[in-house]
């Protein structure tokens, strides 16, 4: 290539800019169809519940178990914490706090890029390499409307009901930890908790947290898999992408939201 | 008398402007490019041919040669760079998303290795058009499944899952899943690639089958000489962008065209290179080339 002319860099920097700008306008076209599409997905919802099963119960066991840990963790570092001060009677509205406003969608929704959204990615792109979604196009189907939709929904109602089974889980560990264990006071422990949480403030904030999370984990995994060259590296790397993408997008769109949620 | 007088009152309603031609598909000087990496690799250029109604016609050719192109410059999947696609007299490029679809429900493709939903049994696969375009209760549609997949020989196999299934059979329950809604026009894109003996016989009689039971017009995109030839009621043999020969299977057989003549006899020599175009074997090996010079330096 003509490499050595001085201006070939800038040509270079300036066509692989425009062609990430022409990326993120094509996601949002695709999101926007998406969104258009909302009405006849949930009309036809048992592809959609189809799908919360196979999103949810798939991922379950590993937002369970994940949870278990962190409750303990929380139980033993908070105890730790919260002694120095003598306080350690609210060890539970700690662990109760820690977990529904942050740790619950947070963890939940990059525990569930790695797990549903890996195979979200995984089973479109293969979809695609074996001209599924060709086939079902000339069958005069949208695929966008049959397959990612249902998906796209499917993520966003599951993402909140795992994030509340992995809260509800953490508590259980971090009472198992800081009451069973160290023998904090079991009383101050659940009424602290009962008196500091609030319900639209607390849990709402988490709820609408792991609700958006649950849209860009799943959108960007039926992203990856939609576009994904059909061929298994194409696949392999698509897959990738879900995780690194997701996972960022997830970090950065929760300091966000905390923000907002802090100033309102 | 009196509902073939309504049939053809309603025919009148539905298709006023153009009249109902022999050729179901037609293909008007037709150029089609990829933009590559490397500037725009043409695939097809200025290429005019006609599907007739009702006929086996099969697109031949070297691989890469733009015949699966065709097919989906018919199904609409891929628009032109120049030229038509004419449907029934209709312009594929100039539909919008909703008449596209209603063009598509016409016709029936099946792909290289069937394209099976791989999530969904034998019964569903076939029954997926149905489900998704027609309001037909689940006996009746239980009927007609059962009915093509009676078609293809495969009525004994609906509750198997696409994993269960040889490649041969895949072929038919797509072959049936193509069927289901009785198309016009079915495009077969390399239906006999992999198959046993056995499989590709039972696969070539099938389509000439269904072709004149159903009154159905069929699109073969196919390597497979001795099956092909068959079969088809007209050749179209494309090489180099272009139409080498167009015919029926004898006069294509006996065409004086060289290329023609090396495809049809399998031939490695002949106006098709077994040579990718590259530097001369003097400039390669020669003395002062590249090995000669490196050696030298050291």
Redesign the interface.
């Known amino acids: 290539m003509n490499t050595s002319k001085p201006w070939a860099l800038l040509a270079q920097l300036g066509f692989g800019i425009r062609r990430k700008l022409a990326d993120v306008g094509h996601a949002c076209r695709l999101f926007a169809h998406l969104l258009t599409l909302s009405p006849v997905t949930l009309k036809r919802f048992g592809l959609v519940r189809d799908q919360i099963f196979f999103l949810g119960n798939y991922s379950l066991a590993i937002i369970a178990v994940s949870g278990l840990f962190v409750g303990f963790v929380l139980g033993l570092q908070g105890y730790y914490t919260l002694q120095r001060y003598g306080s350690a009677e609210a060890l539970g509205l700690l662990v109760a706090l820690s977990l529904v406003r942050e740790l619950g969608p947070v963890v939940t929704a990059l525990l569930f890029a790695g797990r549903a959204g890996t195979a979200l990615t995984a089973e479109i792109g293969l979809m695609k390499a074996g001209e599924q979604l060709s086939a079902m196009e000339m069958m005069a189907v949208d695929p966008v409307r049959r397959i990612l939709a249902p998906r796209l929904w499917g993520g966003i109602i599951a993402m909140p009901l795992l994030a509340a089974v992995f809260s509800a889980v953490g508590i259980l560990g971090g009472w198992l930890v800081g009451v069973v264990m160290i023998g904090v006071d079991e009383g101050s422990f659940w009424s602290q908790m009962q008196g500091g949480v609030d319900v639209w403030r607390d849990v709402g904030n988490g709820i609408l947290k792991s609700v958006v999370f649950g849209v860009t984990v799943t959108f960007v995994a039926l992203y990856q898999g939609f576009e994904a060259q059909a061929t298994p590296e194409g696949v392999s790397r698509a897959t990738t992408r879900t995780v690194v993408q997701a996972s960022l997008a997830v970090l950065g769109l929760d300091f966000v939201l905390t923000a907002l949620m802090f100033s309102l | 008398m009196k509902a073939g007088v309504a049939a053809g009152f309603f025919n009148f309603m539905s298709e006023p402007s153009p009249p109902a031609t022999d050729d179901l598909v037609e293909l008007r000087d037709l150029t089609f490019a990829y933009p590559g990496t490397e500037g725009t690799r043409t695939i097809l250029q200025s290429v005019s041919l006609r599907i007739p109604r009702g006929k086996v016609t099969a697109l031949m050719g070297a691989s890469g040669g733009g015949k699966t192109t065709v097919l989906r410059l018919i199904?609409g999947?891929q628009l032109a760079s120049a030229g038509q696609v004419l449907f029934d007299g209709q312009d594929v490029a100039s539909l919008d998303a909703a008449g596209l679809?209603?063009m598509?429900?016409r016709?029936?493709?099946l792909?290289?290795?069937g394209?099976?939903?791989?999530d969904l049994s034998v019964f569903d696969n076939v029954a997926?058009?149905l489900r998704?375009?027609t309001p037909l209760t689940p006996a009746l549609i239980r009927d007609i499944v059962l009915m093509k997949l009676d078609a293809v020989g495969l009525r004994g196999a609906r509750d198997l899952m696409p994993s269960q299934i040889s490649g041969g059979m895949a072929r038919r329950v797509?072959l049936a899943?193509a069927i289901a809604?009785d198309p016009e026009l079915i495009m077969y894109d390399e239906p006999f690639a992999g198959l046993d003996p056995i499989s590709l016989g039972t696969a070539a009689q099938l389509i000439r089958q269904l072709n004149d039971t159903l009154g159905i017009t069929s699109i073969v995109v196919s390597h497979d000489l001795e099956e092909t030839f068959r079969i088809a009621d007209q050749v179209i043999i494309l090489a180099n962008g272009g139409i080498a020969a167009q015919g029926t299977p004898e006069e294509v057989r006996h065409s004086s065209d060289p290329l023609v003549h090396q495809f049809v006899n399998a031939l490695s020599h002949g106006p098709v290179q077994f040579h990718y175009p590259g530097p001369s074997v003097a400039d390669d090996f020669g003395p002062g080339s590249a090995t000669t010079a490196r050696k030298g330096r050291r």
């Open positions: 199904g999947q679809y209603a598509r429900r016709m029936g493709m792909f290289q290795f394209a099976l939903f791989t997926f058009p998704e375009h797509a899943r809604l």
